[in-house]
């Protein structure tokens, strides 16, 4: 693991030891598990398809390119990718066999790769190799798509929402992905290249986020704590 080559805050929950990288991946330092979430896969395609969207169809590839970083960097035995990592039931039609083929080599570099499902990706196209599952338990980590109860002390991981801070620095308002942090869960923000995000002043995260929470934005290869400081 060398995580000098890029930012990282250390999060010490009750289920363990956690990495937030600013490349917007969690290590589970404790049990060598590298988890995304939100990866979309063929987003900008879907778009275009469906909305003739002038965007560029590099997302997949630049996504993939990200995610073999920092496999690279972290070298984890693990990788669980959290859901949503396709964007529709039929991205396996658009998807390259040359994606395909980088991201296979991905999932061959280690030695377990689990694709927990999420609601747009309940099938994950048959070219893909690794195990599809509803959800995974690592120690005391619950790791899903949707938030879910990791009991009296255990910690879940979720995607799904999107997290998105906005921080006034006294010099103007900036705004980046973030982790969603409260004592039972731990929301990361999406993978993807074009997914966006959802403010975490939205109501969907009062019941997501109980209790006490911070957040650590992720901006230009660095991560943030919550009151802007750099880590």
């Known amino acids: 693991m060398s995580p000098q080559k890029q930012s990282a805050l250390i999060e010490r929950t009750r289920a363990g030891v956690t990495a937030c990288d600013?490349?917007?991946g969690l290590m589970?330092?404790?049990h060598d598990t590298l988890c995304v979430a939100d990866l979309h896969f063929e987003k900008a395609s879907f778009l275009q398809m469906n909305g003739h969207a002038p965007l560029p169809t590099y997302d997949t590839r630049d996504s993939l390119h990200?995610?073999?970083g920092l496999v690279a960097d972290y070298?984890?035995?693990t990788v669980v990718a959290l859901g949503d990592s396709f964007h529709d039931i039929d991205a396996d039609q658009r998807f390259s066999e040359t994606d395909c083929d980088l991201l296979n080599a991905i999932v061959d570099s280690v030695e377990t790769f689990i694709w927990v499902l999420g609601n747009h990706d309940p099938d994950i196209p048959d070219c893909v190799r690794g195990p599809r599952e509803d959800h995974a338990q690592v120690g005391g980590f619950l790791?899903?798509?949707h938030p879910h109860d990791p009991g009296p002390d255990g910690?879940?991981?979720c995607g799904h929402y999107h997290p998105k801070l906005r921080v006034n620095t006294g010099r103007g308002k900036v705004s980046g992905p973030c982790f969603a942090v409260s004592e039972e869960r731990i929301i990361l923000p999406s993978f993807g290249t074009f997914t966006g995000g959802l403010d975490v002043e939205d109501i969907a995260f009062?019941?997501?986020l109980p209790g006490a929470h911070r957040y650590h934005m992720v901006r230009k290869d660095r991560i943030y704590r919550f009151d802007?400081?750099?880590i």
């Open 206 to 208: 009062k019941s997501a």
């Open 143 to 145: 790791l899903t798509h």
């Open 75 to 77: 070298v984890p035995k």
């Open 155 to 157: 910690v879940n991981l």
């Open 22 to 24: 600013a490349r917007k």
């Open 66 to 68: 990200r995610l073999a």
């Open 28 to 30: 589970l330092l404790d």
């Open 228 to 230: 802007g400081a750099v």
